[in-house]
C-alpha cells in the first residue's frame, strides 16, 4: 500500500504521536489560504506523489521550480502551487518520465535541529515489514 506524506502524517497523528500542522491542498488558493491558516512565518509546500527526492526534484514544465519549497508568503505559496500542480514532477525514483503532482501538503515551518527520514517497506526475503531510517 502507499500512502502520501500527508496521509501518513494523519494517521500520526490519531495515534497521538507529534507531528506539524499541515493542510492539503489542491489548488494554488487554497495553498495561499493554507499559509495564512498555519500563521507562522514561513511554511513548506510539498508536491504529493509516491516517489522519493521531491525535495531535489524539479519539474518538466518549470525546471527551476522544487518539489518542495520553503516559503515565506500566502502569496508565494500561491504561486509555488501555481508552477506544481498538475505538472510533472521529476525526481530519482520517479525516472524521466515523472509523476503529475495533483496534491500539495502545505506543513508549518519549524525550527529544527535535524532531520531524519522514517520509512516502512515489506520485505519478502525477511518475510514482514522492515523499517529505515537514516
Not at 3 to 13: C, D, G, P, S, V
Not at 21 to 43: C, F, T
Not at 95 to 102: E, F, R
Not at 126 to 133: F, K, R
Amino acid at each position: 500500500m502507499k500512502i502520501h506524506e500527508y496521509q501518513a502524517k494523519q494517521l500520526f497523528a490519531a495515534a497521538g504521536v507529534a507531528t506539524p500542522k499541515g493542510i492539503v491542498a489542491k489548488n494554488p488558493d487554497e495553498a495561499g489560504k493554507a499559509y495564512a491558516d498555519l500563521g507562522g512565518s514561513i511554511a513548506v509546500v510539498k508536491s504529493q506523489i509516491h516517489a522519493g527526492g521531491r525535495g531535489k526534484g524539479t519539474f518538466k514544465e518549470h525546471p527551476q521550480q522544487r518539489g518542495v519549497v520553503l516559503v515565506k508568503s500566502a502569496d508565494e505559496a500561491k504561486a509555488n502551487a501555481e508552477r506544481m500542480l498538475g505538472n510533472t514532477l521529476v525526481t530519482i525514483q520517479t525516472g524521466a518520465d515523472g509523476k503529475t503532482v495533483n496534491t500539495l501538503y502545505v506543513e508549518q515551518g519549524l525550527n529544527i535541529a535535524r532531520e531524519l527520514y522514517l520509512g516502512i517497506v515489506v520485505d519478502r526475503d525477511a518475510g514482514g515489514p522492515v523499517l529505515i531510517m537514516s
